[in-house]
């Protein structure tokens, strides 16, 4: 290839095309097979381009149907209508992306991810570099990870907003940014489309009776009509996603729901996938206000244990804006600084300035008579968050008024690098908390499932099941879950990581609850109304979900409950190992890892660093409080 040729190099995923073929592939293995999911672990086991390379191979056979960006090909005619040589460059496997390629018919050649090497962010701008040479391309993408190749690019192409294009622009230096658009994002407007918003009026029917009967007035019944109407318009909303993504091949074939939000680009997949599993759990907390709830918050200790795990998780939600500094943000010149002391003066609230007084141990004093103002809702321009991934915000809820941009408020004090200890516990409830209710819904899924099918079947089925569960019951849990991530990859990035140890953890978990609903499906299953649904010919599947699912989902929500302290606790001790989520991310087991490894942490009394030993143990603690009651609760034998 010659250097002085025009070469423009195009990215495929969220650029040529409006989604992403790596979730397409998911999205087409979970309709033509979704139990081959269950490899996709031991397939990144040998790395992501692996993954994508066996994906591909199985079930790669949707190219002609990827809906294409038309603003992206409009651009790339034009720079070929102008002598350019186009080049697809992309992480998506090569043998996918040259059937895409061979599809459009404006390509000149293609690379992309072979079986060991993934072509994405620095290895595409190397390989790039090494074809074309530095600044001798021009390079079209759509995400922050394309910043390397655009680095080394003569003119950024960007598919996006104008919000994104100028971030680009600027972290480029002023680089020539050429915005295209048409790319697919998240917006409000596509979400309702997805959940199919205009549906959830016929569900108002369940306020008829509330209306006819003269009851509005009563508190009660109002509150159960609304939790009956949220419940089905959460439900019917999760199974219309659900519905979309399976049929999405057959949409793309059709003249008017080609249109709809994922057939289309407009929605990503994973979003919807998301979203799915976010409707699910409002549904359940539909079905948990409603039965379960006025039991709990009869009792003290149930109401306590609520709130504060309440408190806990709205935290982690709105961590980006209740944390004053980013977790990753170092000062190293307040190594190990003391929580600082905070007081009112002349109506205002103001935060104690200090000194170090003796750097080799780390030693502080307060400054007399300095101190600093407190500001709330201060704007960050270095913060770059978006409030429940929709709206974009750059405002924290406090921090100092100086003109010194090293200035801290640190409410439980600095690590050994000056991060806010703070911050660091808001980010790392968002991994500690979250994994227990990821790790947790699968693991409900997954015994419901293998538990309900044994005691329908009984049988072979039956006795092949159970003896596997038995088997992974009878090996220590904590050997188990050592020797099944030391299988694993040791240079997983931490979103992978994150991945990997809810696929652990639910891999150990489901066994204890599919024991349990097999024996209570033994005795679901000679019950008339089973039997009558089996004379009428419903499928074993209809059967379990229709009928086996609301005589044990009380016992499901209650062992959930009850189990979501195993899986924070398992996610701490992998990362306090040095197994689970890696720097310089954060996570509560990862945090009392570094607090451990530093002799100072103990030898100079900085209990700051223990917090997230103390975070921990307030979630295991309330989450056991409130599983207790609701086993109260849904004992039926108790009065």
């Not at 419903?538 to 899986?567: C, D, M």
């Not at 109260?632 to 034998?637: L, S």
Request: net charge positive.
């Amino acid at each position: 290839m010659p250097r002085s040729a025009d070469n423009l190099c195009v990215d495929l995923d969220g650029t040529l095309i409006r989604s992403d073929s790596l979730w397409e592939l998911v999205a087409r293995a979970l309709r033509k097979n979704p139990f081959y999911l269950a490899l996709v672990p031991l397939m990144l086991a040998r790395g992501r381009a692996f993954a994508k390379r066996r994906l591909a191979e199985k079930f790669g056979k949707f190219a002609e149907r990827l809906p294409v960006n038309p603003a992206a090909v409009s651009y790339i005619k034009k720079r070929k209508r102008a002598g350019a040589k186009i080049w697809l460059v992309t992480a998506c496997d090569e043998k996918l992306a040259e059937k895409i390629a061979a599809r459009t018919g404006l390509f000149d050649g293609v690379y992309g991810s072979s079986e060991t090497l993934n072509l994405k962010g620095e290895n595409k701008a190397a390989l790039c570099s090494k074809i074309f040479g530095d600044g001798n391309f021009d390079y079209m993408g759509d995400s922050p990870s394309d910043i390397p190749v655009w680095e080394k690019s003569r003119t950024a192409a960007v598919v996006g907003g104008e919000k994104f294009a100028e971030k680009i622009r600027r972290r480029l230096g002023g680089k020539e940014t050429v915005r295209i658009g048409g790319g697919a994002e998240l917006s409000a407007s596509a979400a309702l489309r997805a959940v199919r918003a205009h549906q959830w009026a016929k569900n108002l029917l369940v306020f008829v009776a509330l209306i006819s009967s003269h009851r509005y007035f009563n508190l009660g019944d109002a509150l159960n009509s609304a939790a009956a109407f949220l419940a089905f318009c959460f439900c019917a909303s999760a199974t219309y996603i659900l519905n979309d993504l399976l049929d999405i091949e057959s949409d793309r074939l059709h003249p008017s729901k080609r249109s709809r939000p994922f057939a289309s680009g407009d929605f990503p997949i994973p979003a919807g996938i998301a979203l799915m599993l976010a409707l699910g759990l409002f549904w359940a907390a539909a079905f948990f206000c409603k039965n379960l709830l006025p039991q709990t918050l009869r009792s003290k200790r149930g109401a306590a244990a609520l709130a504060i795990l309440a408190a806990m998780y709205a935290a982690a939600i709105f961590a980006p804006f209740l944390a004053p500094y980013s977790p990753t943000e170092q000062c190293l010149d307040k190594s190990f600084h003391p929580p600082t002391k905070i007081f009112f003066e002349n109506g205002s609230l103001r935060a104690q300035c200090y000194r170090q007084s003796d750097p080799s141990i780390a030693q502080y004093e307060p400054v007399e008579g300095e101190s600093l103002p407190i500001k709330f809702f201060v704007r960050d321009e270095k913060s770059d968050y978006k409030i429940f991934g929709l709206i974009p915000f750059k405002a924290r809820l406090f921090g100092v008024d100086s003109p010194d941009p090293d200035a801290r408020v640190y409410l439980l004090g600095a690590d050994s690098t000056g991060r806010d200890v703070f911050s660091r516990l808001l980010y790392g409830a968002r991994v500690s908390l979250s994994i227990g209710f990821v790790g947790i819904a699968i693991t409900m899924v997954l015994g419901f499932l293998v538990g309900g099918l044994a005691g329908y079947f009984g049988g072979t089925f039956d006795f092949v099941a159970m003896r596997f569960v038995e088997f992974l019951m009878a090996i220590p849990s904590l050997y188990l879950l050592l020797a099944m991530r030391s299988a694993l990859a040791p240079h997983f990035d931490s979103a992978q990581m994150y991945v990997m140890i809810v696929i652990i953890l639910s891999a150990l978990g489901w066994a204890g609850t599919a024991r349990v609903i097999r024996g209570m499906s033994l005795s679901l299953a000679n019950a008339q109304y089973v039997q009558a649904a089996k004379a009428m010919g419903e499928s074993p599947v209809k059967i379990i979900i229709r009928h086996f699912l609301p005589n044990v989902l009380s016992y499901l929500i209650v062992g959930a409950t009850l189990s979501i302290p195993a899986y924070v606790l398992g996610e701490a001790a992998l990362s306090f190992l040095g197994l689970g989520i890696q720097e310089p991310s954060a996570s509560w087991g990862l945090m009392l890892a570094q607090a451990q490894n530093d002799t100072k942490v103990l030898m100079l009394g900085f209990w700051w660093m223990l917090t997230p030993g103390a975070a921990i143990f307030a979630t295991v603690l309330c989450f056991n409080i409130l599983g207790d009651i609701l086993r109260d609760a849904a004992d039926p034998k108790k009065d």
